[in-house]
């Protein structure tokens, strides 16, 4: 009798392994959606200006253009150009 509850026990444990190397291997091929929703594209680069005021770089998209240069703000372009 205590040879058949030996293997009993010896059959459950190889299946709860078995269980749980399964359970691992499918969470590695397929992240949750929390973890898919973090991945994201990687951003393209984009050419950065320095405004003639107060030097500070910025991505061109969001500089002022004036007179031939490169400004952060309406301020600075009415400023003007620092000595």
Not at 24 to 41: G, V, Y
Not at 58 to 79: F, I, M, N, V, Y
């Amino acid at each position: 009798m205590s040879k058949v509850l030996f293997w009993v026990a010896v059959v459950l444990v190889v299946l709860v392994v078995m269980r749980i190397v399964a359970r691992n291997a499918a969470s590695r091929t397929q992240a949750p959606p929390a973890a898919r929703s973090r991945t994201r594209t990687p951003k393209r680069f984009e050419a950065m200006v320095q405004c003639a005021h107060c030097g500070v770089h910025l991505p061109a998209a969001d500089a002022l253009k004036s007179h031939g240069k490169t400004w952060c703000s309406q301020e600075h372009a009415r400023l003007g150009s620092r000595q």
